[in-house]
Nanobody, 123 residues
Framework: QVQLVESGGGLVQAGGSLRLSCAAS????????MGWFRQAPGKEREFVAA????????YYADSVKGRFTISRDNAKNTVYLQMNSLSPEDTAVYYC????????????????WGQGTQVTVSS
């Protein structure tokens, strides 16, 4: 079992930055690919970014590439999402998730989920 708890969401103006954190627990959490997803009101949950076991490999949705950076600190049991140049289109609930596979972008490939943290970007 892996437990995930997100934090760091909030209200920010367009062009601003936020850093989300995902605290993980469970014996094997570091063996999972960790991802971030988001869900805006009335929309499906969508993939944002993911990072591999060693933190050397990452991949992103085209919509956030160059603005968002995912990282992980296995010693601190934490995954981060640094979000820069935020726009109102980034407003959503952001979820941390864990997958046993690599290269996965679909929600059904992620086995463990956090409760989400709200990010609101004002124009």
């Amino acid at each position: 079992q892996v437990q995930l708890v997100e934090s760091g969401g909030g209200l920010v103006q367009a062009g601003g930055s936020l850093r989300l954190s995902c605290a993980a627990s469970g014996r094997t959490w570091s063996s999972y690919t960790m991802g971030w997803f988001r869900q805006a009101p009335g929309k499906e949950r969508e993939f944002v970014a993911a990072i591999g076991l060693s933190a050397a490999s990452t991949y992103y949705a085209d919509s956030v590439k160059g603005r968002f950076t995912i990282s992980r600190d296995n010693a601190k049991n934490t995954v981060y999402l640094q979000m820069n140049s935020l726009s109102p289109e980034d407003t959503a609930v952001y979820y941390c998730a864990a997958s046993a596979g690599w290269g996965k972008r679909q929600t059904y490939d992620y086995h463990y989920w956090g409760q989400g943290t709200q990010v609101t970007v004002s124009s």
